[in-house]
């Protein structure tokens, strides 16, 4: 079965460095990946989606690649501020359902 | 629009009763999805419908799990009897068939005591 593996660890950055979170699949390559961002207290909010046949998107400040040879999606954060300090999670979907599996997450915590 | 509303946000019981857990999904959205969050096992879909019928409860632990959503507007989840190893947020999400990112409410934390 499909599994996904993000970074348990903090990572702990400062203000206007780039942050870049990693998510790797075990299994086969879904049709797109999506991107969430998790406050203490609060549901994931969508950030982006990125298809199969896409390398990268841009949103503002943010850059989602999508290398399916590595099995690797990488989410980048530039010129980060405190207020990105959040839980980041990503998600796929399962054997062609409608359902999502989403990784356990990883903390961003950006200092001034 | 108001977004996914999820009742009550807080919710302390006792071993042994029964809990029942709210949700309203956004206006048009035709999947709604059930999900517990841990620390340990981080988020995990219970169940999910689509327009109104259960389509997969694979997710659902075990019979004193049960969901349902009688009408567009509004489903639940209920734990009978209810144990201290349920403790956890429970979160529903609502998304269209024409997109695919889901819109998460605000949670219900369950402890169970």
């Known amino acids: 079965s499909q599994k996904i593996e993000q970074n348990s660890e903090a990572l702990n950055i400062q203000e206007g460095k780039t942050a870049t979170l990693t998510c790797n699949y075990t299994?086969?390559?879904?049709?797109?990946l999506q991107w969430y961002r998790q406050d203490p207290g609060r549901g994931p909010v969508f950030l982006l989606l990125?298809?199969?046949?896409?390398k990268e998107k841009r949103k503002e400040r943010l850059k989602v690649t999508f290398d399916t040879t590595l099995k690797q999606s990488l989410f980048h954060i530039t010129a980060s501020q405190p207020a990105d300090s959040a839980t980041y999670l990503c998600?796929?979907?399962?054997?062609?359902?409608?359902?999502?599996?989403f990784g356990t997450g990883t903390r961003l915590q950006v200092f001034p | 629009d108001a977004g996914v509303i999820q009742s009550p946000r807080h919710e302390v019981t006792e071993m042994g009763q029964e809990v029942t857990l709210r949700c309203k999904p956004i206006?048009?959205?035709?999947?709604l999805f059930w999900y517990r969050q841990t620390m340990m096992r981080g988020l995990e879909l219970l169940i999910y419908?689509?327009?109104?019928?259960?389509?997969?409860d694979s997710g659902m632990p075990e019979d004193r799990f049960s969901a349902k959503m009688p009408n567009a507007s509004f489903s639940t989840l209920k734990i009978q009897p209810s144990e201290p190893r349920d403790s956890a947020v429970y979160f529903c999400?609502?998304?269209?068939?024409?997109?695919?990112?889901?819109?998460f409410g605000p949670g219900t934390r369950l402890t169970v005591t």
């Open positions: 299994n086969y390559s879904p049709a797109y």
């Open positions: 419908f689509n327009n109104n019928v259960p389509i997969d």
């Open positions: 990125i298809r199969e046949n896409e």
């Open positions: 998600a796929l979907p399962t054997g062609g359902t409608d359902k999502l599996i």
């Open positions: 206006s048009g959205h035709d999947y």
């Open positions: 999400a609502s998304s269209t068939p024409r997109e695919y990112e889901q819109y």
